[in-house]
């Protein structure tokens, strides 16, 4: 059963870049079939996409973050990590990583999530 | 890319049939068939309900249904139970590889 595992700081300061990582496992990241998320939740707020990794490095952004974000993938770690820049009290969530189902265009597999605040 | 709309809350008595809308664009909903639905638990992990606007992955209960029509696509949930009250969001793709998810509802079992 593939499981994701995510882990990273709670707590970042305004400006700080948030970097948090997704840890593969009973599977393969350089699986075909699958793409590899990021997804958040503000605090009583809905889910927003973030982003998106294949395994061979090709990525897909959230118009919205493009500029702060960066989503990288080290297949010889079975991880795929985010960054995001310059974070303010807007960025505070929690945090999920995500297997992408390739040929359905969904979601299928969830990490735990992360609570990120962001605060001096 | 803005937040596809859904409705704030719907509630149910057990046994009753719920539907909840998620309305998007022609960029979105409208262009694809590929909306998909999950159920989210306050503090667990979001679970896939529906993929390609109705079809249900394995395991998923068949009260879950779900269908389009032009720019809208519903999730029906049928014999409604009180493990099903949660928060339910839509997802649509929006071409290039990116999607966009609804603003949630709120389910309430009576």
């Known amino acids: 059963q593939l499981q994701l595992q995510q882990s990273g700081p709670g707590l970042v300061k305004p400006s700080e870049t948030l970097s948090l990582t997704c840890t593969v496992s009973?599977?393969?990241?350089?699986?075909?079939?699958?793409?590899w998320d990021w997804i958040r939740q503000p605090p009583g707020q809905g889910l927003e996409w973030i982003g998106s990794?294949?395994?061979?490095?090709?990525?897909s952004y959230n118009p919205s973050l493009k500029s702060r974000v960066t989503i990288s993938v080290d297949p010889s770690k079975n991880q795929f990590s985010l960054k995001l820049t310059s974070v303010t009290a807007a960025d505070t969530a929690v945090y999920y990583c995500?297997?992408?189902?390739?040929?359905?265009?969904?979601?299928?597999?969830w990490g735990q999530g992360t609570r990120v605040t962001v605060s001096s | 890319q803005s937040a596809l709309t859904q409705p704030a809350s719907v509630s149910g008595s057990p046994g009753q049939s719920i539907t909840i809308s998620c309305t998007g664009t022609?960029?979105?909903?409208?262009?694809?068939?590929?909306v998909s639905w999950y159920q989210h638990h306050p503090g667990k992990a979001p679970q896939l309900m529906i993929y390609?606007?109705?079809n249900r992955p394995s395991g998923v209960s068949n009260r879950f249904s779900g269908s389009k029509s032009v720019n809208t696509a519903s999730l029906t949930i049928s014999g409604l139970q009180a493990e099903d009250e949660a928060d339910y969001y839509c997802?649509?793709?929006?071409?290039?590889?990116?999607?966009?998810f609804g603003t949630g509802t709120k389910v309430t079992v009576l």
């Open positions: 390609e606007g109705s």
């Open positions: 009973g599977g393969s990241i350089s699986s075909t079939s699958y793409y």
């Open positions: 995500a297997r992408q189902w390739e040929v359905a265009y969904a979601f299928d597999i």
């Open positions: 022609s960029s979105d909903v409208g262009s694809y068939n590929l």
């Open positions: 997802c649509s793709y929006a071409g290039s590889r990116t999607y966009v």
């Open positions: 990794i294949y395994y061979s490095g090709s990525t």
